[in-house]
């Protein structure tokens, strides 16, 4: 599965793809099946040059009921500032963020957790 996320012009922020708008946080993200499906969609955020910088896909998974993503820098991304867990959407504390928290299997990319599921 994949989410389409990228960084708002405006504050910096990582935002995720929701039915034609950008969401704040993670858990709203759209889901996509793949590449394929999602190409009309990143074509649409691409042509938002004031809105977001460089959109792209991030490969996601489904763990105990709560979609994470596979890449530790996108579970970073999706978290907020990762200095306290006081600060940013870490702060919220609900199911989905402390599923990000939780989420140990993550690695570089999906090619690496292939290899490391051998």
Not at 23 to 33: L, M, N, P, T
Not at 48 to 57: D, K, R, S
Not at 92 to 103: I, M, P, S, Y
């Amino acid at each position: 599965m994949k989410v389409l996320t990228a960084n708002s012009l405006e504050t910096g922020e990582a935002l995720f793809w929701n039915k034609g708008q950008w969401a704040v946080r993670f858990a709203d993200g759209e889901r996509f099946e793949g590449d394929e499906a999602a190409a009309p969609v990143l074509a649409q955020a691409e042509g938002q040059p004031t809105a977001v910088v460089a959109p792209y896909l991030i490969d996601v998974e489904e763990v105990e009921g709560h979609w994470v993503p596979i890449a530790f820098r996108e579970r970073l991304r999706a978290l907020g500032p990762s200095n306290h867990r006081q600060h940013g959407k870490q702060a919220d504390g609900d199911a989905d963020v402390e599923a990000l928290v939780a989420a140990t299997f993550v690695a570089r990319s999906a090619g690496r957790v292939k290899l490391i599921k051998r």
